[in-house]
Each structure stands twice: as structure tokens, then as C-alpha cells.
């Protein structure tokens, strides 16, 4: 029989970890070698030769892989050709996503940095003794609040629960927070103000619907290509409109294409709603039943003056009264945002902005419209909802006594351990290190190190820290190497869960391969990690992810993202995935449903409010020191962020410049002697990097844009956040390029 716990020679009360997930007696031997074991190997519910669905675990899309296995283990994969998402495509990442499980840099072992400052191997019994052992000295030294945790978007909303639930109401920590703030957390502020939750309201079908299709700061063709394939898919031959300072890929296939001034959005936008109101192109009746503050609203943008509107936007107020038009005569019009916007010191702002459009011509709660945020990685939405962070488990809200009561209640503990308020976000938690307030920091799934805003400083602050604990699948990423502790993790492929894609879509992930050396699932190190600190009676019931998709299905009763419809993964699997909500009991009545059908949104008398602020100007201008604006963002579909990960594949490898690069307009490459390819240093007030000009009219004169898979992007970039949502502003900053010689 399996023991709850067990003592170590060292002493420790050693859980089994795997109670459920392995049907043995726990050896000390075990867990030291845990893989040996047969913890890595795929579940029996899979046929050794099976051919099964499981969610992408890269974007946001969710597209499902039909993965092949041979004695139990994947050797292939392909797009699956049924499932509602992506209907037999995907992108190369998809077609590559087992190719980063086999590397040469998979963590196998924990590390632990010895009195030489090297990284040396260590038994997971050690591992957790040092981790519980270093976090709890630091909470009596100074306070339970002195040690934080970064998570992530891109694990199982399991996991990531699990972790949040851990963190916050097992192991007394008040901060916590996860790349979802780099990322959506301007989409879910925006959100909640004007609808009252946080509820992107589409469904992907809405790209085959409409007749215009509007992009504001969104780049799908190269960030979202199966989106995008849903968009070539729409027989109404669209219009579509492409907001966005460069010509990207998705702009040259654009009918109209709104080249505007970086950080302009919010002009043109009111630009827009200003010619709406006066031409009375509006939905009076939507308007009187289902939004509030329209006066107000009218009568702020009646004061933009079009022509200071065109001068400041760089787009002339015919294009802008085009653009207008063409709103009007759409009677499907959807509009779509993404980084270009969230991205901002006024992305709140923006993004309303947007969703007033909506409102004010009734382009929502039909087929083909919506104000529709795309989210980012695999699992935003779920990080969104269950992480823990910003909104307490479900949607809640960490200041409301009666929800911290009803979660409280439902999982069985004493309501004083959850926080009344959601803690530091990400910036603040950063900030805090830099005070000394925040000494000990757990870093899962994600790579600050790179991919946080100014980033040496970023490097500086966590070498800062009494004690860094870093769990990823990498030992090697720039994070990774800061840690004093390093927990080698299982990837995607290797473990199980859900992820819930961006149109509110539940889908189910597999283990399909063995995780290499010791190396556990997150899930099974949070089990450890509960266990080990002394909090495993707390999670008695979070003994596998399945169990745990059904707790937070019982907290989410009564919420607009009610999943209490949902009780298994295999009725995921039969149904093509199952978007949000779908109470107890209720029928799937379609595989595309969107929100708001019936014109009442979540606040209390059912109606959106209508939200607007003065634009601001840019904080960082270009100048004569530094004469060009920089952004950031995707460079190719087959890099993913910090290229942890895609770099493993030889494949995605041929698919994008391996050096980092800058793209330059040929006026100002002409202006500096440049040549195509040359090597030339870009410099910021905060740090120099070296890359190769690309010399392209894509981006105007005067900007330049650098993609964000290089090391040397955030050396560069300016810390500064949405006042609001806290999301840094990736996307703005003032550089001068300086020809090598
Ligand atoms: N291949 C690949 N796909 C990905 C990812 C990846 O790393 N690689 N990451 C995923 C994640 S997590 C995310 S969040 C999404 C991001 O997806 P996107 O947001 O589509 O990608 P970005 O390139 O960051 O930004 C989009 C566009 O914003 C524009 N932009 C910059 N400033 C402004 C501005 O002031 N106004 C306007 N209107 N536009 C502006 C940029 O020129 C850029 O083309 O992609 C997801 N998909
Ligand atoms: N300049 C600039 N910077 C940006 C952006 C930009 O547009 N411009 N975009 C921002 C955005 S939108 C985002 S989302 C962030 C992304 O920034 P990050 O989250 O830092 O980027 P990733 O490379 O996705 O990092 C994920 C890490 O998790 C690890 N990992 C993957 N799967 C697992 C798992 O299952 N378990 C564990 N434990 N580890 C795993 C990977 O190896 C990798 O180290 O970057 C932001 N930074
Ligand atoms: S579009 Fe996104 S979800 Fe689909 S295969 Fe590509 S990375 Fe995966
Ligand atoms: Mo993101």
C-alpha cells in the first residue's frame, strides 16, 4: 500500500508524491530516480500504438496535434483533421512541437549551486529539504510575505491552480504573478471595467463571419497563422483593416492598411467614433438597452479635431473617414487587438477604446462582430482565470469577503489564509527585490531574464535575492543559470491537463512521451513541494490533474465562466474541445458559441459602460540624441519568445534569421551609410546591442523594430507600464543606430 508520507534518512516526512500516479510502495530510492520508476512513462489509458488529440502547447490558437505513438511513446505527429480550431492545419511549430522534448539541455536532475557558486546534482529529497528549508528561513527572518512566486501562461491550468493554491493559501505567500501580466493583463483590466469580467466574447467562427474584419496592433499571419487561415476561410470576401505602424505580413494581405504613428491608436480610434456619432452610424436602440455613459462619451470625442487627429496619426482624415464608412456599411464588423495595443502605457485605454466601437454600433453578441482581445500563449486564458494572481481561483476577486468565503468553503480551509487583496503584480514584485522587501522568489515556466522589460537590470535585481528557485525544462535558459536551486521539469508531451484557448475553449493535453532523467511534471513537484512544507492534508484532494479540473469546475458554480458542465477529459476529447461557460447540466447546444447574445453584460444592471481617457503622449520621444522610436514583438512563426524551446528544432532552425536584427527604413539606412546586413550597434539610454540592418520599407522612417527573440531586445527597452493593468510597454522606446566599422 501507498504511504501518505515516508521519512527519508535525512529525517524529512518525505510524501508519495504519486500516490495516484504510481501504485506502489515510495522508496527513498524513488525519489531519487523517480523516472526509473515508471513515473515517465505514458498512462494506460493510452494503447501503446494509439494515435491521439491533444492541444498545441505553444500560441494561443489551441489547435489540436493527433500524436502517434509506438510502444507508448509519440514518434510523429500531424494537425488533427476534425477538431472545430484548425480543421487539419497547423503552423510550423505545431508540426515541430516534439522536437524540443529531445535536447541535450533538458534538466534531469536537480541542480543545487554549491559554495563554488557551480551548479551541481542533487536527489529530489535534497531538493525539496533545501527548498523548504531556505523559504521558510527567509519567511521567519523576515515575514511570510518576503518570498514570491512568478508563473506562467504556458502550463496546464492545473498546474498552474495548483501552484497559485500552493503559493498563496498553503505556503503563506501574499505575492505572486506570471508572464500573463507581460502579456493580457491590459485586455483582462479592460475587460473587466467595460463588461464586468474578464470575457473575451468570441468564437473563431466569427473570422469566417464577418464582412469587416478590423486588426488593431496584431500581427496574425506570424503570431496566430491558423487565425489567420480562419480569416482566408471567410467566403464574404471581408474587408479587412490592419492597424499597425509597420507593413507586416498581415497588412500586405490587408484591403486597407492604417500605417499609424507608434502609440496613435487612441486618436484614430475616437477619430473613428467622433464620425460615427455625428453621421448617427450608431445602434441607438443597442446603445439605450444595453450600454451606459454614452452622453459622456459623445461628448469626449466630439472635441477631437479631425485634422489634429490626421496629423498626430499620420493618417489623413479622407483615410480616417473611409475607415469609417466602411464600419458603417459593415453589418458584421469585428474587431481584433492583440500586443500592439495590450503592449502599452495607455493599452487600458486603448484597448476601450476599441471596445467602445463596438458597443456604440452594436458589432457585438452576433455572428461575425465582437471587440475581441486575441490572448498570447497556450494557456492565457486559463492563467487568467485560475492562476491564482491578479483574480482569486475562478474569476474571484481577492477583496471581496463572500467570494474569498465561497472558495474558502469550497476547498475546505480556514478563510484566513487566503489574502484580501491580489498582493504585488509582476513589476512591484520586481521592484520589491530591489527594496529588500521581497528576499526568497520561485520562478516556474517562464524567463524573465529575457524576456522581462530592461532586462540587465532585470538580471542585476534576482542575483539580488537570498535564494532563486527555477523550475523549468531547460537547465540552460537565462533565468535558469541565476538560480540556486534549479527543479528540472516535464514539458508539454509529457504530462496532462487542459489549456484554454483563446475563444474560451477547454482542450486537453497528454502525456505522450517520458520525461527525461528525474525530470517530474509540475503537477508532481507541487504535490512534493505541499507535501514536504507541511501542507499536505490542505491538498489531500489535488492528487491528479483530473481531480483537479473538477475543484475548480465546483469553484466557478454561479460565475460567467461556469464550467460545472464539465466533468471529465474525455468528454473534452469526444466534444472538440468545450468553450466557456457551460453550467451543470446544460446541453452543448454548438462547438462556436460566443458571449452576450442577449446584450447583458456582467455588471450589475447588465449593461457595458463606455470608458475614455485623454491619449498621452509617448514618454520616451524620439529626439536628436536618439532620432528613432523602437518596436518590438514577433519575428517569425517558427520562433516562439525566447526561443527555449523552438531553437531545439533543425527544422524551425532554417526558418528565421539565427542573429538578431533590426529593421531600418531605407531613408534613415541611407542617411547613416548603412548596407544591407551590416552589423550596427543599437543604443538606448539603457544599454547597446549588436545586430544586422535589415533595410525594408516595412517599417516607416523613423521607427525601427527589433523581434523579441534575441537576448539583446530588453537590454534596450524602457520600464514603463499601463497605469491600470501593469503591463509593460514592450513597444516604445527612443534608440540610435550607430554603423559598425
Ligand atoms: N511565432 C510566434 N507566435 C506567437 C508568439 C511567438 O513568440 N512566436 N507569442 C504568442 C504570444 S504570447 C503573444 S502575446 C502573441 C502576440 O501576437 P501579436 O501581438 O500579433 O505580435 P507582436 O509582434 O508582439 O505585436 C503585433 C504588432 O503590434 C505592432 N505595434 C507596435 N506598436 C504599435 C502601436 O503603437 N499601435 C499599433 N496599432 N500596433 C503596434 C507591431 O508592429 C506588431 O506588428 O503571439 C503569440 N504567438
Ligand atoms: N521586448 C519584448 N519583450 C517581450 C514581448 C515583446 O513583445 N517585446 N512580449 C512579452 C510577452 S507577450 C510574453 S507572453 C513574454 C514571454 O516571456 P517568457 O514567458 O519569459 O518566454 P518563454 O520563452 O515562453 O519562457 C517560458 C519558459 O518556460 C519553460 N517551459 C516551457 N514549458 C514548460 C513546462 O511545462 N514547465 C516548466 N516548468 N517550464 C516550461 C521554457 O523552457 C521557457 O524557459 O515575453 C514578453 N516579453
Ligand atoms: S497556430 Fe499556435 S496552436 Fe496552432 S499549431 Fe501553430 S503554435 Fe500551435
Ligand atoms: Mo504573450
Given at each position: 500500500m501507498n504511504k501518505p508520507t515516508q521519512e527519508t534518512s535525512r529525517g524529512l516526512q518525505v510524501p508519495n508524491p504519486f500516490e495516484r500516479l504510481f501504485d506502489g510502495p515510495l522508496t527513498e530510492q524513488m525519489l531519487l530516480s523517480p523516472a526509473k520508476f515508471g513515473l515517465g512513462l505514458v498512462p494506460d489509458r493510452l494503447a501503446p500504438d494509439a494515435t491521439t488529440n491533444m492541444v498545441c502547447g505553444f500560441c494561443s490558437t489551441g489547435c489540436s496535434l493527433s500524436v502517434h505513438l509506438k510502444d507508448g511513446q509519440a514518434v510523429n505527429l500531424s494537425p488533427s483533421p476534425d477538431y472545430p480550431v484548425n480543421v487539419g492545419m497547423a503552423c510550423p511549430k505545431g508540426w515541430e512541437a516534439l522536437a524540443p522534448l529531445q535536447s541535450d539541455d533538458r534538466g534531469t536532475t536537480p541542480l543545487l549551486r554549491n559554495k563554488s557558486g557551480k551548479h551541481a546534482p542533487v536527489d529530489w529529497a535534497t531538493a525539496m529539504e533545501t527548498f523548504c528549508d531556505r523559504f521558510k528561513a527567509i519567511q521567519s527572518e523576515h515575514g511570510p510575505e518576503s518570498i514570491a512566486f512568478l508563473g506562467t501562461g504556458q502550463m496546464p491550468t492545473e498546474e498552474l491552480a495548483f501552484l497559485g493554491a500552493l503559493a498563496k493559501f498553503g505556503m503563506g505567500m501574499r505575492h505572486g504573478d506570471g508572464n500573463t501580466r507581460q502579456c493580457m493583463a491590459t485586455a483582462v483590466t479592460a475587460?473587466?471595467?467595460?463588461?464586468?469580467?474578464?470575457?473575451?466574447?468570441?468564437?473563431?467562427?466569427?473570422?469566417?463571419?464577418?464582412?469587416?474584419?478590423?486588426?488593431?496592433?496584431?500581427?496574425?499571419?506570424?503570431?496566430?497563422?491558423?487565425?489567420?487561415?480562419?480569416?482566408?476561410?471567410?467566403?464574404?470576401?471581408?474587408?479587412?483593416?490592419?492597424?499597425?505602424?509597420?507593413?507586416?505580413?498581415?497588412?500586405?494581405?490587408?484591403?486597407?492598411?492604417?500605417?499609424?504613428?507608434?502609440?496613435?491608436?487612441?486618436?484614430?480610434?475616437?477619430?473613428?467614433?467622433?464620425?460615427?456619432?455625428?453621421?448617427?452610424?450608431?445602434?441607438?436602440?443597442?446603445?439605450?438597452?444595453?450600454?451606459?455613459?454614452?452622453?459622456?462619451?459623445?461628448?469626449?470625442?466630439?472635441?477631437?479635431?479631425?485634422?489634429?487627429?490626421?496629423?498626430?496619426?499620420?493618417?489623413?482624415?479622407?483615410?480616417?473617414?473611409?475607415?469609417?464608412?466602411?464600419?458603417?456599411?459593415?453589418?458584421?464588423?469585428?474587431?481584433?487587438?492583440?500586443?500592439?495595443?495590450?503592449?502599452?502605457?495607455?493599452?487600458?485605454?486603448?484597448?476601450?477604446?476599441?471596445?467602445?466601437?463596438?458597443?456604440?454600433?452594436?458589432?457585438?453578441?452576433?455572428?461575425?462582430?465582437?471587440?475581441?482581445?486575441?490572448?498570447?500563449?497556450?494557456?492565457?486564458?486559463?492563467?487568467?482565470?485560475?492562476?491564482?494572481?491578479?483574480?482569486?481561483?475562478?474569476?474571484?476577486?481577492?477583496?471581496?469577503?463572500?467570494?474569498?468565503?465561497?472558495?474558502?468553503?469550497?476547498?475546505?480551509?480556514?478563510?484566513?489564509?487566503?489574502?484580501?487583496?491580489?498582493?504585488?503584480?509582476?513589476?512591484?514584485?520586481?521592484?520589491?527585490?530591489?527594496?529588500?522587501?521581497?528576499?526568497?522568489?520561485?520562478?516556474?515556466?517562464?524567463?524573465?531574464?529575457?524576456?522581462?522589460?530592461?532586462?540587465?537590470?532585470?538580471?542585476?535585481?534576482?542575483?539580488?535575492?537570498?535564494?532563486?528557485?527555477?523550475?523549468?525544462?531547460?537547465?540552460?535558459t537565462e533565468t535558469a543559470v541565476l538560480a540556486d536551486l534549479y527543479l528540472p521539469a516535464a514539458g508539454w508531451g509529457e504530462k496532462d491537463g487542459t489549456f484554454i484557448n483563446s475563444e474560451r475553449r477547454l482542450g486537453v493535453l497528454k502525456k505522450v512521451a517520458r520525461a527525461p532523467g528525474s525530470a517530474l511534471s509540475d503537477f508532481a513537484i507541487f504535490v512534493l513541494v505541499a507535501h514536504c512544507w507541511g501542507v499536505g492534508e490542505q491538498f489531500a484532494q489535488w492528487t491528479d490533474p483530473e481531480s483537479v479540473l473538477q475543484i475548480l469546475a465546483g469553484l466557478t458554480k454561479g460565475q460567467p465562466c461556469d464550467i460545472t458542465g464539465i466533468t471529465s477529459y474525455q468528454q473534452l476529447d469526444d466534444e472538440g474541445g468545450i468553450q466557456w461557460p457551460l453550467g451543470e447540466g446544460h446541453a452543448i447546444q454548438s462547438n462556436q458559441r460566443r458571449l452576450f447574445e442577449d446584450g447583458r453584460f456582467y455588471h450589475a444592471d447588465g449593461k457595458a459602460k463606455l470608458i475614455f481617457d485623454s491619449p498621452q503622449p509617448m514618454p520616451e520621444p524620439a529626439c536628436c540624441e536618439y532620432p528613432l522610436v523602437m518596436m518590438t514583438g514577433r519575428g517569425s512563426a517558427a520562433q516562439w519568445h525566447t526561443q527555449t524551446r523552438t531553437s531545439k528544432s533543425s527544422v524551425l532552425a532554417r526558418l528565421y534569421p539565427n542573429a538578431p536584427f533590426v529593421e531600418i527604413n531605407p531613408t534613415d539606412a541611407t542617411a547613416l551609410g548603412l548596407k544591407p546586413q551590416q552589423d550596427v550597434v543599437v543604443e538606448s539610454r539603457r544599454g547597446r546591442a549588436t545586430a544586422n540592418a535589415m533595410i525594408t520599407p516595412t517599417v516607416a522612417p523613423g521607427n525601427v523594430f527589433m523581434p523579441m527573440h534575441y537576448d539583446e531586445v530588453n537590454q534596450l527597452t524602457l520600464s514603463h507600464f499601463d497605469p491600470y493593468s501593469k503591463q509593460p510597454s514592450y513597444k516604445d522606446c527612443a534608440v540610435k543606430i550607430i554603423p559598425k566599422v
Open positions: 475587460y473587466k471595467q467595460s463588461f464586468g469580467f474578464d470575457a473575451p466574447p468570441y468564437t473563431y467562427d466569427d473570422f469566417e463571419q464577418s464582412d469587416v474584419i478590423v486588426f488593431v496592433g496584431a500581427n496574425p499571419c506570424i503570431a496566430h497563422p491558423i487565425m489567420w487561415q480562419r480569416v482566408m476561410n471567410n467566403k464574404n470576401n471581408p474587408a479587412i483593416v490592419v492597424v499597425d505602424p509597420r507593413k507586416t505580413e498581415t497588412a500586405v494581405c490587408a484591403s486597407h492598411h492604417l500605417a499609424i504613428q507608434p502609440k496613435s491608436d487612441m486618436a484614430l480610434l475616437y477619430g473613428l467614433a467622433k464620425i460615427l456619432i455625428q453621421n448617427d452610424w450608431i445602434d441607438r436602440e443597442f446603445i439605450d438597452r444595453s450600454v451606459n455613459d454614452f452622453d459622456q462619451f459623445a461628448e469626449f470625442v466630439s472635441e477631437f479635431d479631425l485634422d489634429h487627429v490626421a496629423s498626430q496619426t499620420g493618417i489623413s482624415s479622407q483615410r480616417i473617414q473611409e475607415i469609417a464608412e466602411l464600419i458603417h456599411q459593415g453589418k458584421r464588423v469585428s474587431f481584433w487587438w492583440t500586443m500592439g495595443v495590450n503592449q502599452s502605457y495607455q493599452g487600458t485605454r486603448t484597448a476601450q477604446a476599441i471596445i467602445n466601437l463596438a458597443l456604440i454600433t452594436g458589432n457585438i453578441g452576433r455572428p461575425g462582430t465582437g471587440a475581441n482581445s486575441i490572448t498570447g500563449q497556450c494557456n492565457a486564458m486559463g492563467s487568467r482565470l485560475f492562476s491564482n494572481t491578479t483574480s482569486l481561483l475562478g474569476g474571484h476577486d481577492f477583496t471581496k469577503a463572500e467570494h474569498r468565503e465561497k472558495v474558502a468553503g469550497q476547498l475546505g480551509i480556514d478563510v484566513e489564509t487566503i489574502p484580501d487583496d491580489a498582493g504585488f503584480s509582476y513589476d512591484q514584485i520586481i521592484d520589491g527585490i530591489l527594496d529588500g522587501k521581497i528576499k526568497g522568489l520561485w520562478i516556474i515556466a517562464t524567463n524573465p531574464a529575457h524576456s522581462w522589460i530592461h532586462q540587465s537590470r532585470c538580471k542585476q535585481i534576482l542575483e539580488k535575492l537570498d535564494f532563486l528557485v527555477v523550475q523549468d525544462m531547460y537547465h540552460s
